[in-house]
């Protein structure tokens, strides 16, 4: 059903779940503050109907969407296979109030680890295989995570080689509990932000323990992304915050054509969370700010993925984390960046 959106406080969203393209009904669409399935419940939650879809009416925050649908309908037990899972590719979801917005999710099913993997004797740490829609998918990296406070944004504790033609993997690591996620990026490589048409897997049943002198098994099955791959820009939303300043170059004079982007790591890596308008001549800038909380800011002339050569690229100086803390009403200004050319 639609979702009118409140402009002022709530933020409207409708989630479209499917398998294997089929609409899923009955699934349990979670709205978490954190990207671990377990521990704590989720903030907002609620199922889809016969046509897969679920409607939200958010406050506005920063969420972490998961999607799961159990053969027996029983949500207090652990995941099993058959069941069916997805952690939403395009995580932190940023509801800021004013807005619409259409996710699509294709869930995956949990399977059993299937086949050994050949691996060294006397080893430690994960092998598997990865699968989509229960084909074996090369080319495929598997990072391991301690932590999830980068939301998997970033390279990891490690990553295995690329998956084998029968989608199997070995991953040393030392004994402990990582959190599992596979990435196949359509133009290759092993960074920079997901894309439509790249995929995506979370293991459904992560954390994973690694005991000493085995290898953990596992089977990850993974889903295409259906992303628009733009950065929010924050004109588009009315925000009672905001940055303001000034992109200069390392002399001191105004940049033209420069981006004040906002992000959720410190490395300032992949897609912003939020993005200002370009600059003019004068090299101000101005970012509303839709959502209140701690970003890292800095400044580029393109984004996504690294900054390549002949780039303007530039990090706010003002503490060594590059952050701003904004809080609601906020007006910052004479922030300013500086950047220069990437060579």
């Given at each position: ?17 499917t398998?294997?393209e ?11 503050r ?26 506005a925050g ?15 037990r ?5 069941d ?27 399977l ?7 691996e060294?004797?006397?080893?430690t ?7 989509a829609?229960?084909?074996?998918v ?26 084998a ?5 070995i ?22 932000p997901?894309r439509k ?7 459904a ?21 259906k992303?628009?791959?733009t950065p929010?820009?924050?004109?588009e939303?009315?925000a ?14 105004p ?36 959502v ?18 002949g ?7 003002g ?11 906020d007006r910052l200004?004479?922030?300013d ?7």
């Amino acid at each position: 059903m639609p979702v009118k959106p409140d402009p002022e406080k709530r933020v409207g969203h409708i989630v479209r779940v499917t398998y294997r393209e089929a609409p899923v009904a009955d699934a349990r669409v979670e709205w978490r503050r954190s990207p671990e399935a377990g521990g704590e419940s989720p903030a907002v939650s609620g199922s889809t109907d016969d046509q897969g879809n679920a409607a939200f009416d958010l406050p506005a925050g920063r969420y972490f969407l998961f999607v799961q649908w159990r053969r027996d309908g029983d949500y207090g037990r652990p995941v099993a296979p058959g069941d069916r899972f997805a952690y939403f590719g395009g995580n932190p979801v940023y509801a800021a109030p004013g807005t619409l917005r259409e996710l699509y999710i294709g869930l995956e099913e949990f399977l059993e680890p299937g086949l050994p993997v050949s691996e060294p004797p006397g080893g430690t740490g994960v092998a598997g295989r990865v699968v989509a829609g229960g084909f074996p998918v090369s080319g495929v990296y598997v990072g391991a995570y301690f932590r999830t406070e980068t939301a998997f944004r970033d390279l990891g504790f490690a990553a295995s080689a690329p998956t084998a033609e029968d989608g199997s993997f070995i991953l040393d690591l030392p004994p402990g509990k990582y959190y599992l996620v596979a990435r196949k990026r359509a133009a290759g490589g092993v960074a920079g932000p997901l894309r439509k048409g790249d995929q995506f897997g979370y293991y459904a049943a992560n954390p994973i323990l690694v005991a000493a002198g085995r290898y953990a098994r596992v089977a990850i099955p993974l889903t295409a992304l259906k992303l628009r791959n733009t950065p929010v820009y924050s004109g588009e939303y009315k925000a009672a915050s905001s940055i303001e300043g000034r992109i200069l170059d390392a002399s001191g004079r105004p940049r033209k054509g420069v981006y004040a982007a906002l992000y959720d790591n410190p490395d300032l890596l992949n897609k912003p969370v939020f993005l200002s308008d370009v600059t003019g001549e004068d090299g101000r800038y101005r970012l509303p700010v839709p959502v209140a909380g701690r970003y890292h800011l800095g400044a580029r002339s393109g984004y996504g993925g690294s900054p390549a050569p002949g780039d303007l690229y530039g990090r706010y100086e003002g503490n060594a984390e590059h952050s701003v803390t904004v809080k609601e009403g906020d007006r910052l200004t004479g922030i300013d960046i500086v950047v220069n050319e990437v060579w």
